[in-house]
Nanobody, 120 residues
Framework: VQLVESGGGLVQAGGSLRLSCAASGTIFSINAMYWYRQAPGKQRELVTTITSVGSTTYADSVRGRFTISTDNAKNTVYLQMNSLKPEDTAVYYC???????????????WGQGTQVTVSS
């Protein structure tokens, strides 16, 4: 299973970006997908989660500004980021909890990360 992120870049404070993460390979089901971020010198933190039934959670720092969504037919997760702040600057990673076959145990897979830079 591979996860490929796209959509990062440089944006001014107050602007918007939309990240995408597409999962490919042998996939029976995806039970949950996540977005994490890691700023320089800081630990990786969980930003948002979406389950297979559409339940979502958000970190307090992004609630009301970021929205996670999925296209299940494409095994793709999106992160719409609005009202961006300089403190949102980080490498953003997606993660998926995947069962490769109906008999497989669930495993977590990570994308390679995409840089988001918000200038003040």
């Amino acid at each position: 299973v591979q996860l490929v992120e796209s959509g990062g870049g440089l944006v001014q404070a107050g602007g918007s970006l939309r990240l995408s993460c597409a999962a490919s390979g042998t996939i029976f089901s995806i039970n949950a997908m996540y977005w994490y971020r890691q700023a320089p010198g800081k630990q990786r933190e969980l930003v948002t989660t979406i389950t297979s039934v559409g339940s979502t959670t958000y970190a307090d720092s992004v609630r009301g500004r970021f929205t996670i969504s999925t296209d299940n037919a494409k095994n793709t997760v999106y992160l719409q980021m609005n009202s961006l702040k300089p403190e949102d600057t980080a490498v953003y990673y997606c993660r998926a909890d995947v069962r490769a076959t109906r008999f497989s145990a669930e495993r977590g897979f990570w994308g390679q990360g995409t840089q988001v830079t918000v200038s003040s």
